[in-house]
């Protein structure tokens, strides 16, 4: 049986790689530090084996620092790097005394200051050393980036991207058509892969059941297919929406058509194929 994947989680140490975006009156739960060791009591608590750690900050710093957490439930990193600039001084930067393997890339595309960032011409550039080596982009856009995202998965068309957190469909009772159709034309680029992840931590805890998430699981579902999704927790911002134990089993209600071997493919399988995981 394939190991249980958590493929999208967050740690910080606050005084070394300040997270100017915590506000600690709004988002008390995750106001603090989050380590290894958290995450290991997290993935045990849930049933999930190892995870992807995934950037919080866009920082150099705080990915050289990150991949040298020594722990064993530390499957990857997706790190952040400046695409603009030569990405291999920095990829050997963070790996250079690393215990994690660099496995992707992300940026902060949907808090950039330029709304097209992704279809700038040196982080065109920047996505071909990916490409080259080897290693993911995740995609963080806002709903309405995920046009500028499908022309870019169609200009790489042999870098693998994997859409975090579907790509932000708008809440539960807001109109998802616009979202729908952009979210299904990324879904035709054979080389995008989407996490289930995210979709709570701009919810109240306990305002939400399964039943309200139902549309965009089930949107994304038919567009990729159980052999594109994956599952992830966004630990720890999960905290600010209830919590990994709610969403995790509210996922694995809105998937519980799929057959045994197809949520082992959700719950793990993907994971560690997109992101080649030893």
């Known amino acids: 049986m394939s190991a249980a994947i958590d493929a999208h989680v967050h740690l910080w140490n606050r005084a070394v790689d300040p997270q100017d975006w915590i506000d600690a009156e709004t988002m008390a739960p995750i106001a603090r530090d989050f380590g290894a060791a958290d995450l290991s009591e997290m993935l045990a608590s849930n049933g999930l084996d190892r995870a992807v750690v995934v950037q919080s900050s866009n920082s150099l710093e705080e990915s050289v620092r990150l991949a040298r957490l020594d722990s064993p439930v530390i499957a990857g990193l997706v790190a952040w790097v400046d695409l603009e600039a030569e990405v291999e001084p920095q990829l050997d930067q963070i790996r250079e005394h690393a215990a994690v393997p660099v496995v992707g890339v992300r940026h902060l595309v949907h808090i950039d200051p330029d709304p097209e960032w992704l279809l700038r011409e040196k982080v065109g550039a920047g996505l071909a050393v990916l490409e080259r080596e080897g290693l993911r982009f995740d995609l963080v856009v806002r709903d309405w980036q995920l046009p500028q995202a499908t022309r870019l998965a169609a200009r790489h068309g042999g870098l693998r991207f994997v859409l975090d957190h579907l790509g932000g469909p708008p809440g539960p009772g807001q109109d998802t058509s616009g979202w729908e159709s952009w979210l299904r034309e990324l879904a035709r680029r054979p080389n995008v892969v989407a996490k289930v992840s995210g979709l709570t931590s701009g919810l109240a805890p306990g305002s939400w059941r399964a ?68």
């Open 211 to 278: 039943a309200d998430l139902a549309a965009p699981v089930t949107i994304a579902l038919e567009a990729f297919g159980p052999e594109r999704l994956l599952y992830g927790s966004d630990w720890p911002l999960a905290e600010l929406g209830g919590g990994v134990a709610p969403w995790k089993s509210a996922v694995g209600a809105l998937l519980d058509g799929l057959s045994t071997a197809e949520r082992a493919r959700v719950f793990g399988g993907n994971a560690a194929d997109v992101y080649s995981l030893a």
